[in-house]
């Protein structure tokens, strides 16, 4: 019942899509049916999707099957079960034929229950390239700990997930057949370890935004520090400068440790004109507006900006007067 996997591919059963051939297979309902034990307590059986969120809870408990209402318009990814602590995978399988009900069979629930819940995570090892027919992926494969700093036990859930939507992960899911799904993906621990498959260059990947999450809880938010955001301001806080004079830019990264907080400057000419140095200490050039651009230098392409608007300053004011007089008797106009 695991990641009823992003059923790239196939989708197979209760899933919804067939990645490979480019076409999707949507289904709007998931039926899961206990065979040796039922949910119990506060266990509750949740469908991920590849977007992070998940299905309704349901009233599940003691019953020996149970249908969970599921968009057809998403990507599910995987399930788990979660009570309350602990997220888990138990046993699962499932059927193949779209023209059938889709069904998952679940085992072992208490079997596969982990003994405390995951906490955080690190690098089991330097990510390495693993090459598929659809193109290069790097392995990237976590330890994960619970609160005690121990490697968790069983079918932890973990879902890997990219605020880049078009970040490419492999269906690792044994049950189901190989294939591609974007934004994110479900899988458990085996030994405490678990393995996303991620397409990108090996040179690249520590320039990916991802999260792990292990049922509803964050447990490593932006695991790799890389740049999410950049607010760009002014000295002052204006929006208007003159030309002669200069003003001092500055960016305001997110996350505050961010690895890599530094950027490159430049400015797009719109109705004005204006130069930028390394520093951000931007010079007026010609009247108008300019934007202002803080690239991310961590190879994420991040981008912050700031409209300006440079004026031409006044000089001198010269007054003239009639017949060119220079004088005006009082009470007098002129």
Same mark, same amino acid.
């Given at each position: 019942?695991?990641? +009823?996997?992003?059923?790239?591919?196939?989708?197979?059963?209760?899933?919804?899509?067939?990645?490979?051939?480019?076409?999707?297979?949507?289904?709007?309902?998931?039926?899961?049916?206990?065979?040796?034990?039922?949910?119990?307590?506060?266990?509750?059986?949740?469908?991920?999707?590849?977007?992070?969120?998940?299905? &309704?809870?349901?009233? &599940?408990?003691?019953? *020996?099957?149970?249908?969970?209402?599921?968009?057809?318009?998403?990507?599910?990814?995987?399930?788990?079960?979660?009570?309350?602590?602990?997220?888990?995978?138990?046993?699962?399988?499932?059927?193949?034929?779209?023209?059938?009900?889709?069904?998952?069979?679940?085992?072992?629930?208490?079997?596969?229950?982990?003994?405390?819940?995951?906490?955080?995570?690190?690098?089991?090892?330097?990510?390495?390239?693993?090459?598929?027919?659809?193109? &290069?992926?790097?392995?990237?494969?976590?330890?994960?700990?619970?609160?005690?700093?121990?490697?968790?036990?069983?079918? =932890?859930?973990?879902?890997?997930?990219?605020?880049?939507?078009?970040?490419? +992960?492999?269906?690792?899911?044994?049950?189901?057949?190989?294939?591609?799904?974007?934004?994110?993906?479900?899988?458990?621990?085996?030994?405490?370890?678990?393995?996303?498959?991620?397409?990108?260059?090996?040179?690249?990947?520590?320039?990916?935004?991802? %999260?792990?999450?292990?049922?509803?809880?964050?447990? %490593?938010?932006? +695991?790799?520090?890389?740049?999410?955001?950049?607010?760009?301001?002014?000295?002052?806080?204006?929006?208007?400068?003159?030309?002669?004079? *200069?003003?001092?830019?500055?960016?305001?990264?997110?996350?505050?440790?961010?690895?890599?907080?530094?950027?490159?400057?430049?400015?797009?000419?719109?109705?004005?004109?204006?130069?930028?140095?390394?520093?951000?200490?931007? =010079?007026?050039?010609?009247?108008?507006?300019? =934007?202002?651009?803080?690239?991310?230098?961590?190879?994420?392409?991040?981008?912050?900006?700031?409209?300006? *608007?440079?004026?031409?300053?006044?000089?001198?004011? *010269?007054?003239?007067?009639?017949?060119?007089?220079?004088?005006?008797?009082?009470?007098?106009?002129?």
């Amino acid at each position: 019942m695991k990641r +009823f996997s992003a059923y790239s591919s196939i989708l197979a059963s209760a899933l919804v899509l067939i990645l490979l051939s480019g076409c999707v297979q949507q289904r709007n309902q998931v039926e899961f049916r206990f065979e040796d034990d039922v949910l119990s307590g506060s266990q509750h059986v949740f469908v991920r999707y590849s977007d992070r969120t998940v299905t &309704d809870q349901q009233d &599940d408990i003691g019953k *020996t099957s149970v249908t969970v209402s599921t968009y057809d318009s998403k990507k599910i990814v995987g399930g788990y079960v979660y009570d309350g602590n602990v997220s888990w995978v138990p046993n699962y399988s499932y059927s193949f034929d779209f023209n059938l009900p889709a069904i998952v069979f679940v085992s072992g629930i208490l079997e596969h229950r982990p003994d405390s819940a995951a906490d955080h995570v690190v690098l089991a090892k330097e990510p390495e390239k693993v090459i598929k027919e659809s193109g &290069d992926f790097v392995d990237l494969t976590f330890a994960v700990y619970d609160s005690y700093g121990e490697l968790v036990d069983d079918r =932890t859930e973990i879902f890997a997930h990219s605020t880049d939507s078009s970040l490419i +992960f492999w269906d690792t899911d044994p049950v189901s057949s190989n294939g591609e799904v974007e934004e994110g993906f479900s899988s458990y621990t085996v030994g405490g370890l678990v393995t996303f498959l991620i397409k990108t260059d090996i040179n690249h990947i520590m320039e990916k935004p991802i %999260s792990l999450y292990s049922g509803p809880k964050l447990i %490593s938010k932006n +695991f790799f520090k890389v740049v999410e955001s950049i607010e760009v301001s002014s000295a002052g806080d204006v929006s208007s400068l003159k030309v002669g004079d *200069t003003l001092e830019m500055s960016a305001g990264i997110l996350p505050v440790d961010a690895k890599q907080k530094t950027v490159t400057w430049s400015v797009e000419n719109g109705t004005g004109s204006a130069s930028i140095n390394a520093s951000g200490l931007l =010079t007026p050039v010609s009247a108008g507006t300019v =934007t202002v651009k803080a690239t991310a230098t961590d190879g994420t392409g991040v981008e912050g900006t700031k409209v300006i *608007t440079i004026t031409v300053p006044v000089n001198a004011i *010269t007054v003239t007067a009639a017949g060119e007089a220079s004088t005006v008797a009082t009470g007098s106009s002129l």
